[in-house]
């Protein structure tokens, strides 16, 4: 099956996120992809909008909240009518300035359609001056860059002719230390080859996926329904640096599945009266993935063999 490739563009507001959004449909004008952009907004109007002009890119608009916290629901209808109607080979999601990137991924990474995307990568814009004056931001805008940095796969540092040498130097130094994996790159305007950014990601088996850094997903298809003990079992030893799981998934004393959530290590279920695809998603750091399915499987085995 074909995956749709992701990019996600993140950057605190005024980074250079739009002006990279514009280089990246550029380039994508040369090629007989089709396009799709969705762009997360805020306020209730949108202001980047008219950054798209080509008529054969497919657009979506997420106004009055943030992807990742009160529009998930209409990200998740919007990206699954995208994928239906459109049937696009590339997506760029711009997302707000106020959007945590393990959050975005956990926004996007719909069960009902996870294994039919490929996330090429997390691509940060950071303004250079505002990351050499960081200090006189809040406590939690301060958090919030350093962690749209350190999850980053690829560092854009705009505003380079406003930066002394030295500061040039400090930046690259101090995002290197935070993030060691991640190619940072000093620009005006976002001004980057393209190509450096296509070579993001690699798949290393056909139900996960790695991004550079240590960030990955990986989902897992259920074939049958499961032992509830034996799965809480299984999310008791489960690494601190697993940080998002949901799906569906079915118990061995159910006819209809269960909408599962982890965050936090708080499990929650909620009964649903519909069947659904069995998959679970998973987002993580430093995970071997293949330990994880390994014990999953297992779980599977366990009630056939009963």
Request: charged residues 25%; hydrophobic residues 40%; glycine residues 4%.
């Amino acid at each position: 099956m074909k995956k749709v490739e992701v990019y996600i563009l993140s950057g605190f507001l005024g980074s250079g996120k739009t002006s990279l959004l514009k280089r990246l449909l550029e380039d994508e004008q040369k090629s007989a992809r089709k396009v799709a952009v969705m762009m997360n907004e805020l306020g209730k109007v949108s202001i980047d909008s008219d950054a798209i002009s080509d008529d054969d890119v497919a657009l979506k608009e997420l106004l009055g909240g943030c992807i990742c916290c009160s529009i998930q629901d209409k990200l998740e209808a919007q990206l699954q009518g995208l994928l239906i109607d459109e049937k696009p080979d590339v997506i760029y999601i711009e997302t707000t300035g106020a959007a945590h990137p393990v959050e975005v991924l956990d926004a996007i990474l719909s069960p009902l359609f996870a294994e039919k995307l490929i996330i090429k990568g997390i691509i940060t814009t950071v303004d250079g001056t505002r990351w050499i004056n960081r200090k006189a931001l809040s406590p939690q805008l301060q958090q919030l860059i350093l962690e749209q940095v350190r999850h980053a796969d690829f560092i854009i540092i705009n505003k380079m002719n406003e930066l002394t040498e030295g500061q040039q130097a400090t930046i690259t130094f101090e995002m290197q230390a935070l993030n060691s994996k991640a190619r940072c790159l000093l620009t005006n305007y976002s001004q980057i080859s393209v190509t450096l950014l296509r070579n993001l990601s690699v798949s290393f088996d056909k139900e996960s996926q790695r991004i550079p850094l240590n960030l990955t997903t990986f989902v897992y298809q259920f074939k049958q329904s499961i032992s509830q003990t034996e799965f809480e079992e299984f999310l008791k030893g489960l690494p601190d640096t697993i940080y998002r799981i949901k799906g569906y998934l079915k118990f061995d004393y159910s006819d209809q599945p269960f909408l599962f959530q982890f965050s936090y290590g708080m499990p929650l279920y909620m009964r649903e009266y519909m069947n659904l695809p069995l998959n679970l998603v998973f987002i993580g750091e430093n995970i071997e993935w293949a330990q994880i399915q390994a014990q999953l499987s297992n779980l599977e085995k366990e009630v056939k063999n009963r």
